[in-house]
């Protein structure tokens, strides 16, 4: 008996790579992450909300995630039903969870989450053990504005 599916088969692509927990490992993760996703042929107003939160939450595991002597990962998944971009940050600090500021963000710092929250998808943390933990973030590839919800 022949059997056939209707179930398009899912393309799953992954790009992961380890970096120092420095500002030049942050801005090395932007870099490769643009570049990879350009070899994949993601659209190009994906890629540049991708490299936004690449951006920030690097800027955030290099800036509270970040323990002497490791670094975090930058994972990225491409894939799914319905067809998203999976952007991962994962670091050592699993005691300190990303929280969306109440109220307005003041002085240098606070916006990231804010912009995160904003352009992206969906988002959320999750335990990474031992001791860490993993920030991630979702891109539709369907055209459309974000919908900013985090969870």
Same mark, same amino acid.
């Given at each position: 008996?022949?059997?056939? *599916?209707?179930?398009?088969?899912? *393309?799953?692509?992954?790009?992961?790579?380890?970096?120092?927990?420095?500002?030049?490992?942050?801005?090395?993760?932007?870099?490769?992450?643009?570049?990879? %996703?350009? *070899? @994949?042929?993601?659209?190009?107003?994906?890629?540049?909300?991708?490299?936004?939160?690449?951006?920030?939450?690097?800027?955030?595991?290099?800036?509270?995630?970040?323990?002497? +002597?490791?670094?975090?990962? /930058?994972?990225?998944? %491409?894939?799914?039903?319905?067809?998203?971009?999976?952007?991962?940050?994962?670091?050592?600090?699993?005691?300190?969870?990303?929280?969306?500021?109440?109220?307005?963000?003041?002085?240098? +710092?606070?916006?990231? /989450? /804010?912009?995160?929250? &904003?352009?992206?998808?969906?988002?959320?943390?999750?335990?990474?053990?031992? &001791?860490?933990?993993?920030? @991630?973030?979702?891109?539709?590839?369907?055209?459309?504005?974000? *919908?900013?919800?985090?969870?």
């Amino acid at each position: 008996m022949n059997r056939t *599916t209707t179930q398009a088969p899912t *393309t799953e692509l992954m790009f992961s790579q380890l970096l120092s927990g420095t500002r030049r490992g942050a801005r090395l993760a932007r870099l490769l992450a643009g570049a990879e %996703l350009h *070899t @994949w042929n993601v659209p190009p107003d994906v890629t540049e909300r991708a490299e936004q939160i690449v951006a920030e939450l690097a800027a955030n595991a290099v800036r509270h995630g970040r323990v002497p +002597g490791r670094g975090f990962r /930058l994972r990225l998944l %491409l894939g799914g039903t319905p067809r998203a971009l999976h952007i991962e940050v994962t670091d050592a600090r699993g005691d300190r969870l990303p929280a969306l500021p109440e109220g307005a963000p003041d002085g240098e +710092g606070g916006r990231g /989450l /804010l912009l995160v929250n &904003g352009i992206a998808d969906r988002w959320g943390v999750v335990p990474f053990p031992p &001791g860490g933990k993993t920030v @991630w973030a979702a891109v539709s590839l369907a055209s459309g504005p974000p *919908t900013g919800l985090s969870g």
